[in-house]
């Protein structure tokens, strides 16, 4: 059985409309990272959770942002 992504329940990505709000682009990024375990762990949103304890609405998950570079923007104000 496949694995959910273990901040499935908690990303702003998935419960909200705030990070996506065309529902069928948010539905098919779901589908294509949260479902999985091979796939959850590349998405930039479940990696810069688990290294900074945040992730910032800026972030989606095929982000190509640094984690210093989401720590200064988040600093800055950013959401």
């Excluded at 990070?19 to 990024?29: L, S």
């Excluded at 290294?51 to 210093?68: G, R, T, Y």
Aim: charged share 35%.
């Amino acid at each position: 059985m496949a694995q959910k992504c273990p901040n499935f329940g908690g990303c702003r990505y998935v419960i909200t409309e705030v990070v996506e709000p065309d529902a069928a682009i948010r539905e098919a990024t779901i589908e294509a990272y949260c479902h999985k375990e091979e796939t959850f762990k590349t998405c930039r949103r479940y990696i810069i959770r688990k290294a900074l304890w945040i992730c910032p609405d800026f972030v989606l998950p095929d982000s190509e942002i640094s984690e210093d570079e989401v720590a200064d923007r988040y600093e800055k104000g950013e959401s």
